[in-house]
């Protein structure tokens, strides 16, 4: 396994190999006696960092030599063979993110609560998790190596957070000098060989907005369509920044900002085909704005990072209460009163969506979402009986700017407990942590459910209605 040092473009050798987490029964790991705790060192010859070397190295191959080594210390060499496409059964240990060395002004890790979890520090600056979960690096830090990985595994595409094509201002951004944040080599590199790129732009007002991000937007779609994307997204900014060379994101700097990207929108379109350079939706909800149609997004190619998630939302809730409208959510073709449909609360398939008794609850989310999600619960009551109402919760823990549901707390549910209105009570999915039943706080999920006095569910509010009228 290896394992990222802070400090600057410095990888430090932990343990050899890739670390196997479980092993599947009956699979041919199984049968060749591989063990939960045995690190794959090396694959005919090639050394082995994670498992991204191991997929890339194992990929179409149907004849192997693993050196093993064993969580006892004795090393096995170990031939197999197996059918084309045949999956091995082996599960690894997740990647251990490579640090960030920049000292970025805007930093959300710099807007944490002292007592927050350790992992809410983490500033990860990894070209592996970038191409695995889109996750944004700044590739100033990255290596030579690391470089050369990208394009001998086509780790495509890539998610790089440029911010300013003018190089005083990124490295004013990124609190680096000028040399370190010059990365117009490493894209150049990048591009020509065919590794394609999804930029993304923090904005922050008075200093990469204005010409500057104009000039940003400009540069990066000359070299369109490698450059597929640019996400202009808004600093947030908690009640724990202090750095004064800030400035607060307001709704009349977001209706400028409209106003101007607006227009390269429609300039890019018409010269592009696509919309090329997208605002978040936090844009157009601080300006008190429309979020754009569908067609404005395309493949919504930047979704992961707030630009159109609004508009799918609706999208998708609009479908869903089409088929319930029309039948297809009753598999029996009879209609059911949603109200007084009697059900034993169970938890079905294997996301453990809830079966409720009625749909008579209440919906915590974000102060930003709320609006829109209220307005779709109103259509769903409306069609089909329900009565589920909206509660926006304030997010108290970080406070400042930050309104997305994902970054509430245990404590900012439990500041609305008496809101509740019905039989139970529904909490973003996303506020759990993907791996540990905790909350960002740090605040137990069970803890939660206890202080409330009624259920306490974090679900899909779709999925939910879909399990209570499938049942």
Same mark, same amino acid.
């Given at each position: 396994?290896? %394992?990222?040092?802070?400090?600057?473009?410095?990888?430090?050798?932990?343990?050899?190999?890739?670390?196997?987490?479980?092993?599947?029964?009956?699979?041919?790991?199984?049968?060749?006696?591989?063990?939960?705790?045995?690190?794959?060192?090396?694959?005919?010859?090639?050394?082995?960092?994670?498992?991204?070397?191991?997929?890339?190295?194992?990929?179409?191959?149907?004849?192997?030599?693993?050196?093993?080594?064993?969580?006892?210390?004795?090393?096995?060499?170990?031939?197999?063979?197996?059918?084309? @496409?045949?999956?091995?059964?082996?599960?690894?240990?997740?990647?251990?993110?490579?640090?960030?060395?920049?000292?970025?002004?805007?930093?959300?890790?710099?807007?944490?609560?002292?007592?927050?979890?350790?992992?809410?520090?983490?500033?990860?600056?990894?070209?592996?998790?970038?191409?695995?979960?889109?996750?944004?690096?700044?590739?100033?830090?990255?290596?030579?190596?690391?470089?050369?990985?990208?394009?001998?595994?086509?780790?495509?595409?890539?998610?790089?957070?440029?911010?300013?094509?003018?190089?005083?201002?990124?490295?004013?951004?990124?609190?680096? +000098? %000028?040399?370190?944040?010059? #990365?117009?080599?490493?894209?150049?590199?990048?591009?020509?060989?065919?590794?394609?790129?999804?930029?993304?732009?923090?904005?922050?007002?008075?200093?990469?907005? /204005?010409?500057?991000?104009?000039?940003?937007?400009?540069?990066?779609?000359?070299?369109?369509?490698?450059?597929?994307? &640019?996400?202009?997204?808004?600093?947030?900014?908690?009640?724990?920044? !202090?750095?004064?060379?800030?400035?607060? $994101?307001?709704?009349?700097?977001?209706?400028?900002?409209?106003? !101007?990207? @607006?227009?390269?929108?429609? %300039?890019?379109?018409?010269?592009?085909?696509?919309? *090329?350079?997208?605002?978040?939706?936090? #844009?157009?909800?601080?300006?008190?704005?429309?979020?754009?149609?569908?067609?404005?997004?395309?493949?919504?190619?930047?979704?992961?990072?707030?630009?159109?998630?609004?508009?799918?939302?609706?999208?998708?809730?609009? +479908?869903?209460?089409? %088929?319930?409208?029309?039948?297809?959510?009753?598999?029996?073709? +009879?209609?059911?009163?949603?109200? &007084?449909?009697?059900?034993?609360?169970?938890?079905?398939?294997?996301?453990?969506?809830?079966?409720?008794?009625?749909?008579?609850?209440?919906?915590?989310?974000?102060?930003?979402?709320?609006?829109?999600?209220?307005?779709?619960?109103?259509?769903?009551?409306?069609?089909?009986?329900?009565?589920?109402?909206?509660?926006?919760?304030?997010?108290?823990?970080?406070? /400042?700017?930050?309104?997305?549901?994902?970054?509430?707390?245990?404590?900012?549910?439990?500041? $609305?407990?008496?809101?509740?209105? /019905?039989?139970?009570? $529904?909490?973003?999915?996303?506020?759990? !942590?993907?791996?540990?039943?905790?909350?960002?706080?740090?605040?137990? *999920?069970?803890?939660?459910?206890?202080?409330?006095?009624?259920?306490?569910?974090?679900?899909?509010?779709?999925?939910?209605?879909?399990?209570?009228? /499938?049942?």
């Amino acid at each position: 396994m290896y %394992e990222f040092a802070v400090t600057p473009a410095v990888t430090q050798m932990r343990r050899p190999g890739v670390t196997i987490d479980s092993v599947v029964p009956g699979s041919i790991a199984d049968e060749i006696g591989l063990e939960s705790g045995d690190r794959i060192t090396k694959v005919n010859g090639r050394t082995v960092r994670d498992y991204l070397d191991f997929r890339f190295q194992t990929s179409g191959e149907v004849e192997m030599i693993f050196l093993v080594k064993k969580s006892d210390g004795e090393t096995w060499e170990v031939d197999l063979e197996r059918d084309e @496409g045949e999956d091995l059964g082996i599960e690894f240990e997740q990647i251990i993110p490579r640090q960030c060395a920049n000292e970025c002004i805007f930093c959300f890790c710099k807007g944490n609560p002292d007592d927050a979890r350790p992992s809410l520090f983490v500033r990860d600056e990894d070209i592996r998790l970038s191409f695995l979960y889109g996750n944004y690096t700044t590739l100033s830090s990255v290596t030579a190596d690391e470089m050369n990985r990208i394009i001998e595994q086509r780790l495509s595409p890539q998610y790089v957070s440029v911010h300013a094509t003018d190089l005083k201002t990124r490295a004013y951004l990124l609190g680096v +000098e %000028e040399e370190k944040a010059d #990365i117009s080599d490493k894209l150049e590199r990048l591009l020509e060989n065919d590794i394609e790129i999804h930029a993304q732009v923090v904005l922050c007002p008075e200093i990469n907005d /204005g010409k500057v991000l104009e000039k940003t937007l400009r540069d990066l779609a000359a070299h369109y369509p490698k450059v597929v994307s &640019t996400a202009v997204v808004p600093v947030a900014l908690t009640r724990y920044n !202090k750095d004064e060379r800030l400035t607060k $994101v307001t709704p009349e700097f977001c209706r400028k900002t409209i106003e !101007k990207i @607006g227009e390269l929108q429609e %300039e890019f379109r018409k010269t592009l085909g696509t919309t *090329f350079a997208f605002l978040g939706d936090e #844009i157009y909800v601080k300006a008190g704005a429309e979020i754009p149609t569908r067609d404005h997004y395309g493949e919504y190619p930047q979704i992961e990072d707030g630009v159109g998630m609004i508009r799918t939302f609706e999208r998708e809730f609009g +479908e869903f209460l089409e %088929e319930i409208s029309s039948g297809d959510e009753k598999p029996t073709g +009879e209609k059911k009163d949603l109200r &007084t449909h009697d059900l034993a609360l169970k938890p079905v398939s294997d996301e453990d969506v809830p079966v409720v008794q009625s749909l008579n609850g209440t919906v915590f989310t974000g102060e930003m979402f709320a609006p829109y999600l209220r307005k779709q619960v109103e259509r769903l009551n409306a069609l089909v009986g329900s009565e589920l109402s909206v509660v926006a919760v304030p997010n108290t823990y970080f406070g /400042g700017d930050v309104s997305v549901a994902g970054l509430l707390s245990g404590q900012d549910f439990l500041a $609305v407990r008496d809101k509740v209105e /019905g039989d139970f009570a $529904v909490i973003p999915p996303a506020v759990i !942590k993907s791996d540990e039943p905790i909350l960002i706080d740090g605040m137990g *999920f069970d803890r939660l459910k206890a202080e409330f006095p009624v259920p306490v569910y974090a679900s899909d509010l779709m999925e939910l209605v879909r399990a209570h009228i /499938g049942s």
